[in-house]
């Protein structure tokens, strides 16, 4: 009785936290989906690294960081582009978006000088 | 080792030879070196002078056949004589080697070139022109009888050549050059020769009388070697037509013997003289150049068989002779180009060790003639000749008394002789003592005639003992140059004992109680090696005769530390190790196809992101659609294509001042047209909302 009370009571969570999600706007989805993107290529590189070994240290680390680099830069896009979030609101998307690209600009030429 | 030794002893002896200056006759080995000296290229001779030259040294030498010139010179010989244009010295070298070649020559050419000599005997001043002119015509006649080559005013030339002499004997090249040079007094006497020669009737005896003094006086001059050869040298060496000593002693020695041919005059030389001029030919052994070898064979040939006196040249075939191999004292007489000598007999009239010069050890005897192989032999050693080094005095007697006038032969000969032999050793033995009483503790016989291998020990109470007996083929004791005994100890430090000799015995004590400071107190194995040789011992030897194991006291605080052994020289200046040079060994990459399926892998989250992307709905509504704002967003997003790519260029090749430089300009771009499309965009979503 606990048991399926408790699957139910998780069923219903993640029934309104999807229902809650859809609601998100388009764009953020799309940042979401490009954060996704990048942690998981980041994962991978980390799975390769564990089968095969550590060797060119540095590649590793350039690609794992870049993915991680890409992924936080996303994030404080998304925060910065989010309607609901009071702290920027002045800030419009596009100033958010220029930021975005200057910085990915600026951490792939250091990924790039790293990569060996 | 021992084979060392034996080398030592070898290198020894032919030093020895070598300060004796024995000199031998011409030979074989010179009869191969001409073959290699002269050697003509492309079958021909650079010029006729060294045609000339070569032939002549053949011809002394009995190779003539080997020299197969006749096709190739006769030509220019040929052409030399034909052409009216010809120098002097070009006729004389070209009727030089036709006397030798016999050449096809006309009797006109002879008779045309007779003429023109005889015209430009008159016309000479210098002696080179008198001398090459002179000889010419001297060739002349003996290749043909047709030609006249006679000289009519013969007195009259031989004056003009004379007044070109000087008073000490020596000669002038010309009238106006006042240098006098003894290589220009060989070349006078030969061209005087020649003109005595061809003159139509007597010379005034007189002028050959004064000539005769000329030559004693030059012979005055003559220098000396130690060794008894003579020679002739320039006095002046810095003048242009300067001559070695070679050249102008064999000058010196054609012309003398060329005036003596002609003029059948009798020279009162010093015999020892002319034997000292053939030994300063034989003394330069084999010359390496041509010019060299020409002047020495010549002038020995010329020696060989002229009318002042011949020399006789004593030589031994061995030098080193051992007693025990009981080697025959050896003497061979025979002219310098190694012809058989007259009948004569060899006295040895002395011999007396080479350290003591007094006490004659051999009374005078004569020795016996092999006829066979024209040796003089001793049939017999002396009883008294031992191992060592001696001075052997051997006297030419020449049977006939005419030969004596005829024949130089230098009096006595000095020859240091070497007698080696087989030393015995005898009673070797090796014993350990006890030093306070003296008892035997150990006692070894010892065989020094081969490896041994001992194993003794001792301590610093104790004593060694070596000592054995040398004595000589005849049973004499004997004392060798070097007889050590040597420890060696394990770290390399040594110690070298000299033995010293009592009579017969050697003999030497080791007090390891007094030498216990000298070891510098390094207990343990010490290995012993016994040094005893000398030059004239044919059984010399460097034994190692085994080891002892020494237990020495423990060293005070204060005692001396064994020096640093030297380097060995080969290891110091020798090859050094190799070096190998190690890199690092590449890391171990994974196979290829894992690497691939994660490359793949990695793709895969990209893949995932369209498909979101397009289950999404998204959509490029919002990219501008007018020209202006359009072409600055496709700007826009080339831009940030191009500084990817450009990226993707530093990662590949570039360096990073070129890329920052190019990222520069591409920054400065992007922000302007970024800023415009961001602004259009900003522009339209605000007129959005406002409306």
Not at chain 2, 301 to 306: D, F, M, Q
């Amino acid at each position: 009785m606990g048991k399926s009370s408790t699957t139910k009571d998780a069923q219903a969570l993640f029934q309104s936290l999807r229902s809650a999600y859809s609601a998100t706007p388009t764009n953020l989805k799309i940042i979401d989906l490009y954060v996704m993107f990048a942690v998981f290529t980041a994962l991978i590189q980390v799975v390769y690294m564990a089968v095969v070994g550590s060797f060119p240290f540095n590649s590793f680390l350039s690609g794992v960081l870049s993915c991680v680099g890409t992924a936080v830069l996303a994030i404080c896009l998304r925060i910065q582009v989010n309607k609901e979030n009071k702290e920027f609101k002045d800030l419009p998307p596009e100033r958010a978006f220029a930021d975005f690209v200057l910085c990915n600009l600026v951490l792939h030429l250091v990924i790039m000088n790293f990569l060996g | 080792m021992a084979r060392n030794f034996g080398f030592l002893v070898l290198i020894l002896s032919i030093i020895f030879v070598c300060e004796a200056a024995i000199f031998h006759p011409i030979s074989e080995s010179h009869r191969s070196a001409a073959l290699e000296v002269f050697t003509p290229l492309d079958g021909s001779f650079g010029s006729l002078e060294e045609a000339s030259e070569a032939l002549r040294t053949f011809e002394i030498l009995g190779i003539g056949n080997e020299l197969n010139i006749r096709d190739s010179t006769c030509p220019s010989v040929v052409e030399t004589l034909g052409s009216s244009s010809s120098s002097l010295k070009d006729l004389f070298y070209a009727l030089r080697v036709n006397k030798l070649l016999k050449c096809e020559i006309n009797e006109e050419i002879f008779a045309g070139i007779a003429s023109r000599l005889k015209v430009s005997v008159h016309e000479a001043n210098s002696l080179l022109d008198f001398y090459y002119s002179i000889g010419s015509l001297r060739l002349i006649k003996d290749q043909t009888s047709e030609v006249d080559a006679f000289l009519v005013d013969a007195d009259g030339i031989f004056k003009s050549i004379k007044a070109l002499s000087q008073s000490d004997g020596r000669w002038r090249y010309s009238s106006n050059n006042p240098a006098s040079s003894t290589y220009a007094a060989g070349l006078a006497l030969e061209t005087l020769a020649g003109v005595v020669s061809l003159a139509t009737s007597e010379i005034d005896q007189s002028l050959i009388g004064t000539l005769k003094n000329d030559i004693v006086k030059l012979f005055d001059s003559a220098e000396k070697y130690d060794d008894g050869a003579y020679y002739f040298d320039e006095k002046l060496v810095d003048a242009p037509e300067h001559q070695g000593p070679l050249s102008a002693t064999s000058s010196v020695v054609r012309g003398l013997t060329a005036f003596a041919t002609s003029t059948s005059e009798s020279l009162d030389l010093p015999g020892a003289k002319v034997l000292g001029l053939a030994k300063f030919f034989l003394g330069i052994g084999i010359p390496g150049n041509a010019k060299d070898f020409y002047n020495q064979i010549d002038a020995l040939a010329c020696l060989e068989s002229n009318r002042v006196s011949i020399p006789l040249i004593l030589s031994l075939p061995a030098t080193v002779l051992s007693l025990t191999r009981k080697d025959q004292l050896k003497v061979r007489v025979n002219t310098v180009l190694g012809s058989a000598a007259p009948s004569l007999s060899v006295k040895l009239k002395q011999a007396f060790s080479s350290g003591s010069k007094d006490a004659s050890i051999i009374e005078s005897q004569e020795l016996k003639f092999d006829q066979e192989n024209d040796v003089h032999f001793l049939d017999a050693w002396p009883k008294s000749v031992d191992v060592g080094n001696y001075v052997f005095v051997f006297e030419i007697v020449l049977q006939d008394s005419e030969h004596k006038k005829i024949y130089a032969t230098g009096g006595r000969t000095k020859v240091p002789i070497y007698v080696t032999g087989v030393i015995k050793v005898d009673n070797a033995e090796i014993a350990v003592l006890d030093s306070d009483i003296g008892s035997i503790e150990s006692q070894k016989k010892l065989d020094l005639a081969r490896e041994t291998a001992l194993s003794l020990s001792a301590n610093h109470l104790q004593k060694l003992r070596l000592s054995f007996q040398l004595t000589t083929p005849l049973g004499h004791p004997f004392k060798p140059h070097q007889a050590f005994l040597k420890l060696k100890h394990e770290t390399k430090v040594e110690h070298i004992f000299v033995l010293g000799n009592s009579g017969k015995q050697f003999e030497i004590t080791l007090d390891f109680l007094g030498l216990v400071e000298k070891f510098f107190y390094l207990s343990g194995r010490y290995d012993i090696q016994l040094t005893v040789g000398d030059a004239v011992m044919e059984n010399s030897y460097l034994r190692e005769l085994g080891h002892i194991e020494l237990d020495l006291p423990e060293p005070p605080e204060k005692a001396t530390r064994p020096p640093p052994q030297a380097v060995d020289p080969y290891l110091r200046y020798g090859p050094k190790a190799e070096i190998t040079h190690i890199f690092r060994s590449p890391e171990k990459r994974p196979p290829q196809e894992l690497s691939l399926a994660f490359l793949a892998l990695v793709l895969l989250p990209f893949l995932g992101f369209l498909v979101g992307l397009l289950r999404l709905g998204v959509n490029l509504k919002n990219f501008p659609t007018s020209t202006v704002p359009a072409t600055f967003a496709i700007l826009f997003h080339v831009g940030i294509g191009a500084v990817l790519s450009l990226y993707v260029l530093f990662w590949l090749k570039l360096d990073l001042f070129t890329t920052l430089k190019a990222l520069g300009f591409l920054g400065i771009f992007l922000m302007f047209v970024g800023h415009r499309t961001l602004s259009h965009l900003a522009s339209t979503s605000a007129k959005l909302k406002s409306a």
